[in-house]
């Protein structure tokens, strides 16, 4: 906590009977209906969210807006917390003394010598703080937990951010960033819902992003007629030998429905410690079969993947992902796999 804040943060904390150690939050991001609205902060301590505006006068209006949004706050977003109202400010206007006990809104003075060191934080609460989040936002849309948040949005139609953030498991703040990136870059439209409206130009991203070529270690040659047999006999022999793997991009994409197959290769995910064994095992030259294109992975997706019929596929977020990264090649089964998940 800066030096300079420490007593007026004291002074507010005491006035309000609150915990030294309770938790503050400028800019406190909140969600009504489709818009998305800053408290100028928030003090949560034990099972109460003190909501707290800071205005030179505290006016009627100032009164106004803070109890119209405690009312508008869904009791999910709070965490089914208790909410306290607070106005704060130099000075409070006459005629608003009965209205704030009408409402329940507490009024709190600060004295002038404080209230100068809230005068940068409420500045910048009011101003900077709803494009805060592109100072930090994360350097690729292809990141684990920002395509969490995409791949959400590719397969739902979210209405807020505060839904995607809840039922995609991001932080409300990672959401934020993501979704403010995808509206500069012109990928999604936020009118009813939150959707993606230009998909080609993501997977184009995805593909400058990460290719699916920057993690390609070998193809192995076999003999296999065509790559269901192949998908499936490789799969009996490593899930018999325990050997960590995932199949990918068109190989997995049929376990979920889609109907675009490449017959001539499958696609596997194996590290670097056991892709050898795929060579051994299954290498046959010169026999004109079925190509298996073997990759190892650059984040921890055996944990996310499933078994379907016997073979370990990666999730589907995970295949998306991958078949956007093959380029041209894979656009279209991608396309697919998003229509048949958001079904």
């Known amino acids: 906590m800066n ?58 209006d100032v009164i106004y ?43 709190l003075l600060i004295p002038p010598k404080l209230y100068q060191y809230l005068l940068p934080r409420v ?14 936002s994360p350097s690729k849309l292809t990141g684990e937990k920002a395509w969490k948040i995409i791949c959400y949005l590719l397969t739902k139609k979210p209405p807020n951010i505060l839904a995607v953030s809840r039922d995609s498991g991001v932080s409300y703040g990672w959401t934020n960033s993501i979704i403010h990136k995808l509206e500069d870059y012109g990928i999604i439209t936020v009118d009813y819902d939150i959707r ?22 070998k193809t192995v040659d076999t003999n296999f007629i065509n790559s269901s047999q192949c998908i499936n006999e490789v799969a009996l022999n490593f899930n018999k ?28 995910y194996l590290s670097k410690s056991s892709y050898k064994d795929a060579i051994r095992f299954f290498s046959e030259s010169g026999t004109g079969g079925c190509r298996l294109k073997v990759y190892t992975p650059d984040r921890d997706l055996i944990k996310s993947s499933t078994v379907l019929n016997g073979v370990r596929v990666v999730d589907v977020c995970q295949n998306i992902l991958d078949l956007a990264g093959l380029g041209m090649d894979g656009r279209n089964a991608a396309k697919d796999l998003v229509n048949k998940s958001g079904k």
Not at 7 to 32: G, T
Not at 68 to 84: N, P
Not at 196 to 206: G, H, R, S, T, Y
Not at 244 to 265: K, L, N, P, Q
Request: proline fraction near 3%.
């Open 3 to 60: 030096e300079d804040l420490e007593p007026i943060y004291r002074f507010m904390l005491e006035s309000l009977n609150i915990s030294p150690d309770a938790k503050m939050e400028w800019a406190y991001p909140v969600c009504v209906g489709e818009r998305e609205m800053l408290i100028d902060l928030a003090i949560e301590s034990g099972n109460t969210i003190t909501l707290v505006e800071i205005k030179h006068r505290i006016d009627e």
């Open 241 to 268: 030998l325990g050997i960590d793997y995932a199949f990918t991009a068109h190989s997995s994409a049929v376990s979920y429905g889609s109907t675009i197959m490449r017959e001539d290769t499958a696609y596997i």
């Open 196 to 217: 993606i409206k230009e998909i080609d130009k993501l997977f184009n991203i995805v593909s400058w992003e990460r290719p699916l070529d920057s993690l390609f270690v």
């Open 123 to 136: 500045n910048v609460s009011r101003t900077q703080a709803p494009f805060e989040h592109l100072k930090a």
């Open 65 to 107: 807006r803070i109890y119209a949004l405690s009312h508008l706050i869904s009791k999910q977003f709070v965490d089914k917390k208790e909410l306290r109202l607070v106005c704060a400010g130099k000075s409070l206007k006459y005629s608003t003394r009965e209205l704030a006990a009408i409402l329940g809104v507490e009024t």
